[in-house]
């Protein structure tokens, strides 16, 4: 059974840092890996997302890396601002199906 | 990518009684929508695959009689939490694939807290 684990749980930075946000997961026959950020009681917002043969996606200050092999995602945030604050959930495909793996997210603050 | 919709976006209810929730595809005609609880600091956990025009695939631990999925229509799945208990509280959140089949498209969720 596919696991998804983040580190850590919750993390509280000053604006203009940069910050890296881990993802893992059990089992490497994935499809594909996504990140998605929530805004408290929102739907999700699909940010970057990483198919099996990539090994990493950018999008303006975020770039995404996967690495298949050792079941590893980071999700790195450039420059952090006040309004990247919130929940950052990391979700694999398990491959052959349509199911998504959630990890429980990791909560981010960025202090102004 | 795809447009998702949910209605209500947040429910209060009485203990015993029936609750529907919709989520539409906007812009895709979706054979397969899925059905997601999320707890408080919790992962999002799938409940439910909704096929257009047959029946919907559970996942091991949802009771099937108790959150009733109809998928008549290519924008519209419904999913109703009958006999709701206070344990039923939570934010439900729907999704669909779109084109690519890759990838899921999130509607905004609904908050149901049953009293």
């Known amino acids: ?112 | 990518g795809a447009v998702v919709s949910q209605h209500p976006s947040w429910v209060i209810c009485k203990s015993g009684t029936s609750v529907k929730i919709e989520c539409r595809s906007l812009d895709f005609q979706a054979t397969t929508m899925f059905w997601y609880r999320q707890f408080p600091k919790q992962s999002l956990m799938l409940m439910a695959t909704s096929n257009e025009g047959s029946k919907a695939t559970y996942e091991q631990g949802v009771e099937k009689d108790k959150f009733l999925i109809n998928h008549a229509s290519l924008t519209l799945s419904t999913l109703t939490v009958t006999s709701a208990h206070p344990e039923d509280s939570s934010f439900y959140i729907c999704s669909e694939t779109g084109s690519s089949y890759n990838e899921q498209f999130f509607g905004p969720g609904t908050r149901l807290t049953v009293l």
């Open chain 1, 1 to 112: 059974k596919q696991e998804v684990t983040q580190i850590p749980a919750a993390l509280s930075v000053p604006e203009g840092e940069n910050l890296v946000l881990n993802c893992s997961f059990t089992d490497s026959a994935i499809y594909n890996l996504q990140w998605f950020r929530q805004d408290p009681g929102k739907g999700l917002t699909s940010l970057l997302l990483i198919q099996s043969s990539q090994r990493e996606q950018t999008s303006g200050r975020l770039n995404a890396s996967l690495d298949k092999s050792s079941g590893r995602s980071t999700l790195y945030i450039a420059a952090s601002q006040p309004g990247d604050s919130a929940t950052y959930l990391c979700a694999v495909l398990v491959a052959g199906s349509y199911q998504l793996t959630f990890g429980k997210g990791t909560k981010l603050s960025v202090i102004p």
